[in-house]
């Protein structure tokens, strides 16, 4: 009995001065700030930290609301700039909850790994965080602009995502994903892209005020998240628009659901709306090297004339042209990375696995072969659903 | 020496100079000179002088219905009598069918009638020839079987053991109609001579459980046996453990139960529970009302138990790891919430839990001790009153009185009394340890609490079995329960005489 009870202390205290530290350091949650969204930008040489952090304020009515304050900080480095930021916060401002990593384009095209390099390695830090890229804007003014719109902060990006996610035209990036990516010296980096765009409606308003001499409560300005930032190692190289972006989509199997416009036999506009999309890249090592990708594609038909005759032929004829569009679509995203040497499709990737042998003949020099690479884009359509109330045998 | 001390002494040697005295009424009386609740009858048979007798029984323990229609009516009135020329006829014809009576033997030992006496029998003690007839006359006033009252019986019987020990003894009999149940008695407790009746059935219980039962009962050398742990303790012979290693029920329905799956149990005289050795960790987790749903049900609600044992245990240490080491494991949503609850209070967050811990066990503790009219009142002024002050007040925060709520909640969903006590100290101990170590702390308790439960084998059985034993994991009615027809096997730690339940 005394053995063991000496070995079970034996045991407890081994853990105890093993695990790193004896006593672990608190952390009262109440005594922490949050840091929501994190901007990086350049001023020179000095790094330009600009972040949100929610504040608890007590109201009036005596109750506990949540809220958010914006600081912007300078400094050499990512970590100098926030430490830089307790001389003047209450709280102790942690990482732990941070959401996006908003890059703006001037600090982008310098490079991204001197600040995402921190992130990786700093313990408080998560592989979860996302990323973003500023375009045409700095990311202090697009935080600021995240900032003065109602609702929570960084909720406003995430409905961003999951009502593009419906478009196909963008998608996440997280940490993890471009840790993995500068892994990888043959694959490139690819990060969704935040732009300001003017809002219609507001400016509408503006109109309208003139006329009757009342205040508008519209933005004027939105935020839109449309197409991806392409990155030669850590530095910007190009902006993709929204439609190749959805090629890109297409071929790293990141589309969720679309909808396109193709014309009928008669030429009458019809809207199909993707809902799977499955693809296969087949690499062939046979000189010349090239490869083939073959997309399968489910969709409905959502809108059309309904006075149509919904026939098998009709149908057939859609697909065919569903096939060509999105055909097309891939191709021109393929002509543009091709064309920059970046592969972002995970190309390498699929050579790699098809034979590694092979593969560590082409690795170094990948750059220039996925640029002369001969790629053959094959695409098999399938309308499932026509919801046609008139010739439901066509459903 | 003081002079009491002397007196002490001198009249304990003069009680065992009678008890060892030759069987007279005389010494019966000087034995119990000082008791006013002895009743002697000096009693001539057929009022004849030369047939004197005399009946001696205590007040109260005694149906006297019995004694004068039984005893007294044959005594005078027989004919049978008449014809005896001498006491020592009056006394064989007594002990030979003259008495109107079911159990009746006689003795020529003063201890052995005193004994009697005590169990509430009437003795007809015969002073010229030194010898007594024991007639069983007990009919003392008894609480009638009641439905139980610390046990839930959903879809169960309803009855529970009393304090009478035969009754406890004839509602096994009336359960379990098997002439292989055998219900051994003995007595304990050098004072106060109670009767222990020990339970179990010949053809499944291991035998080697009888003996070291039987041989820790005789072995008792204490002056009482009056309440439970009088018993348990000299059976348990584990000092140094928090977990109970029998199973302590006031239900006659739990007990057949486990009787049939080779256990073996005891029923004391004086006290409505009967205690049943050996138990295992899992025993505590189940109820005799899963037998009333249906399997499925059953399962769910055990499984339930674990998790609410576990809940209970480190949900409270887990809280304060958390939010005072870990904040960076809380979802942001939740973190917020917690840290907006806790804006203006004056106590660390370990200060909080542990105070309102502390605050739980304490009004558990009041509301056993007081009686159940103003029981609840105490459960609303504590829960209610108590808490929403507390809020209000700004002295503890909603979201630790949401935790430590659901902790005693949990607690609560065990069906075992014993059980909930040492998680409520567990419970303490991972508070503790969490608040000095964090999530560390709460490694620590469970390497205590794994090591509490692995070394204990109440009578040579592996507390923690079925799991973790090199037998089969006999899963059917221990963390989960199968449908009634494929509980097949009684339990093989045990190791039963007859391993298949059906025979």
């Excluded at chain 1, 929570?152 to 961003?160: H, M, P, R």
Aim: aromatic share 10%.
């Amino acid at each position: 009995m005394i053995k063991k009870v000496l070995a079970l202390f034996l045991i407890l205290f081994a853990m105890l001065i093993l695990h790193g530290c004896f006593f672990p350091e608190k952390h009262p949650i109440e005594d922490l700030q949050n840091i929501l969204i994190a901007g990086i930008d350049r001023d020179g040489e000095d790094i330009v930290l600009t972040i949100v952090v929610d504040t608890i304020n007590q109201s009036n009515s005596g109750e506990n609301q949540i809220g958010a304050e914006l600081y912007v900080a300078t400094g050499k480095t990512v970590f100098e700039a926030k430490r830089s930021l307790h001389e003047y916060t209450e709280k102790r401002i942690v990482w732990y909850h941070l959401k996006y990593i908003i890059i703006g384009e001037e600090a982008a095209e310098q490079g991204i790994d001197p600040y995402l390099s921190f992130f990786c390695e700093n313990n408080e830090n998560r592989f979860s965080h996302r990323l973003i890229v500023a375009q045409g804007i700095t990311a202090k003014d697009l935080v600021q602009q995240i900032c003065s719109q109602e609702g929570g902060v960084s909720e406003n990006i995430d409905s961003l995502f999951t009502e593009t996610a419906r478009t196909g035209k963008s998608s996440e990036i997280t940490l993890l994903d471009y840790a993995i990516t500068r892994e990888r010296p043959w694959e490139s980096l690819y990060i969704p892209v935040i732009t300001l765009i003017d809002n219609p409606v507001a400016q509408k308003s503006d109109d309208t005020q003139g006329q009757d001499g009342e205040s508008s409560h519209e933005h004027k300005v939105l935020l839109q998240l449309d197409g991806y930032a392409l990155f030669d190692e850590d530095l910007l190289t190009c902006f993709l628009d929204g439609d190749s972006t959805r090629g890109i989509n297409f071929v790293i199997n990141e589309l969720d659901s679309t909808g396109i416009v193709v014309q009928d036999d008669k030429g009458q506009n019809v809207s199909l709306e993707i809902i799977e999309s499955k693809v296969s890249i087949k690499p062939d090592f046979d000189e010349p090297l090239s490869a083939a990708i073959e997309v399968v594609v489910k969709s409905n038909m959502v809108e059309y004339t309904e006075n149509q005759d919904v026939g098998e032929e009709y149908i057939t004829y859609l697909e065919q042209r569903q096939d060509a569009y999105i055909q097309n679509e891939i191709e021109q995203a393929l002509t543009v990375i091709q064309q920059k040497k970046l592969d972002v499709i995970g190309m390498g990737d699929a050579f790699y696995h098809e034979n590694v042998f092979k593969w560590n003949n082409i690795k170094e020099d990948w750059q220039n072969i996925f640029a002369d690479l001969k790629i053959t884009v094959k695409v098999t359509s399938d309308i499932k659903c026509t919801y046609s109330l008139l010739n439901a045998a066509g459903a | 020496m003081k002079k009491g001390d002397y007196d002490n002494t001198q009249n304990t040697h003069g009680r065992d100079a009678l008890i060892s005295g030759s069987l007279t009424s005389d010494n019966i009386k000087k034995l119990f000179s000082e008791s006013g609740d002895i009743i002697y009858r000096g009693f001539l048979i057929k009022n004849r002088a030369d047939l004197k007798m005399t009946i001696i029984y205590v007040d109260g323990m005694v149906n006297t219905k019995i004694i004068d229609d039984n005893i007294i009516c044959p005594l005078s009135a027989s004919h049978w009598y008449d014809q005896c020329a001498t006491l020592a006829q009056a006394y064989a014809l007594s002990l030979n069918g003259a008495l109107d009576v079911s159990s009746l033997k006689s003795t020529k030992s003063t201890e052995e009638a005193v004994g009697a006496i005590l169990a509430g029998k009437t003795i007809l003690v015969f002073d010229t020839l030194k010898s007594a007839i024991i007639v069983d006359t007990i009919g003392f006033e008894k609480r009638s079987i009641t439905p139980a009252t610390e046990e839930s019986t959903y879809r169960s019987s309803k009855d529970s053991f009393v304090e009478t020990l035969r009754v406890n003894t004839a509602t096994l009999r009336k359960k379990i109609k098997s002439h292989h149940l055998v219900l051994e008695e003995t007595v304990v407790g050098k004072q106060s001579h109670t009767r222990l009746c020990i339970a179990y059935m010949k053809n499944i219980c291991n035998d080697t459980f009888v003996d070291i039962i039987k041989k820790r009962l005789d072995a008792i050398d204490q002056d009482k046996a009056l309440s439970i742990s009088d018993i348990y303790s000299n059976v348990v012979k584990k000092k140094y453990t928090l977990f109970p290693t029998a199973v302590i029920t006031e239900k006659p329905e739990a007990c057949c139960m486990s009787l049939l799956e080779g256990k073996i149990a005891i029923i004391i005289d004086e006290l409505p529970y009967s205690l049943v050795f050996p138990a295992v960790f899992g025993d505590f987790f189940q109820s005799s009302c899963d037998y009333g749903h249906n399997y499925i049900v059953a399962s769910f609600f055990r499984i339930l138990r674990y998790i609410c044992f576990t809940l209970a245990i480190f949900l409270p240490g887990f809280f304060v790891s958390v939010t005072v080491f870990h904040p960076e494991m809380i979802p942001y949503k939740l973190a917020m919430s917690i840290a907006s609850s806790r804006t203006g209070t004056p106590f660390s967050m370990y200060i909080e839990v542990l105070l309102m811990s502390l605050t739980f066990f304490i009004l558990i503790q009041a509301s056993l001790q007081i009686s159940r009219t103003i029981g609840g009142a105490i459960s609303i002024v504590g829960g209610l009153v108590l808490g929403e002050a507390a809020i209000t007040a700004g002295i503890v925060s909603p979201a630790v009185i949401v935790v430590v709520a659901t902790a005693s909640i949990c607690s609560m969903a065990i069906p075992n009394k014993e059980i909930n006590s040492v998680l409520w100290l567990f419970q303490l101990i991972c508070l503790v340890f969490s608040s000095v170590f964090g999530l560390i702390g709460i490694i620590i308790t469970l390497l205590i609490l794994f090591f509490s439960l692995a070394k204990l084998n109440p009578l040579g059985v592996p507390y923690i079995a079925p799991y973790g034993l090199k037998g089969p994991l006999q899963l059917e009615d221990s963390f989960i329960r199968f449908p009634q027809n494929l509980i097949k096997k009684r339990p093989f730690y045990l190791d039963p005489k007859n391993k298949r339940r059906k025979r």
